[in-house]
């Protein structure tokens, strides 16, 4: 497992040029990029297939990137701690996550993949504000950019796809997934998200249910 902590995130400009291989993909082959590189980490092999056109924005001079990335194993507490399952009928012990974020002076880029999940269902998944821990609301509310006063927040003016990381995927018949979220604002340094929690259900976006997506079945820290 391998917590998104600050001394992980990379800037790529201070590299003096390296770069990383992609973090998560589907088909795709590995990008062939220069050696020596930490900042994307690569897992089950499988490599993201926009690491390289990021990695040349960044070279071009277009924005500075930083890169961090949180992977882990979901199994019961007390043995799952950074990667906890809830519901094992949904997010099966030994299913993974893997959250990378890409950060440039135009946003914020969230890739979130995962394998072992049941297959062929569909799953909400959002960032959340504190850690996980035993009990699922602990991880605290959805991320927002700008926080709704009221609370809890189910007003599709803040609880919506731009203002919050929403990262619902259905999965394969591998029970596997890939997805990600580009954003046109960056995570507030002081207040940056600690979770990825994952939800029984696809997120709804009507009034009064804005942001709801089912019970929390499964939580990946991303930070203490």
Request: hydrophobic letters at 40%; proline letters at 10%.
């Amino acid at each position: 497992m391998r917590p998104l902590l600050p001394a992980l995130t990379v800037a790529v400009a201070a590299l003096a040029g390296c770069a990383g291989s992609g973090d998560i993909g589907a088909t795709r082959a590995t990008p062939q990029l220069p050696p020596a590189a930490t900042p994307w980490i690569v897992a089950s092999g499988i490599p993201d297939p926009d690491a390289s056109r990021t990695i040349a924005a960044s070279r071009s001079g277009q924005a500075p990137l930083t890169v961090g990335t949180a992977s882990g194993t979901f199994l019961p507490p007390p043995d799952g701690t950074q990667a906890i399952t809830y519901d094992t009928a949904v997010v099966p012990a030994g299913a993974t996550a893997q959250v990378t974020v890409a950060t440039t002076a135009q946003g914020v880029r969230v890739r979130l993949a995962v394998t072992g999940m049941v297959a062929r269902r569909a799953y909400g998944a959002h960032l959340h504000t504190m850690s996980c821990t035993s009990v699922p609301d602990d991880a605290g509310p959805h991320y927002q950019h700008r926080a709704d006063p009221s609370k809890p927040s189910v007003d599709p003016e803040y609880a919506n796809p731009r203002n919050e990381v929403w990262l619902d995927f259905t999965t394969d018949t591998q029970g596997a997934a890939t997805v990600a979220s580009e954003q046109a604002w960056a995570f507030d340094p002081v207040r940056a998200p600690r979770s990825l929690v994952v939800h029984s259900q696809l997120t709804r976006t009507d009034a009064g249910k804005a942001g709801t997506a089912g019970p929390r079945v499964a939580c990946l820290t991303l930070r203490g």
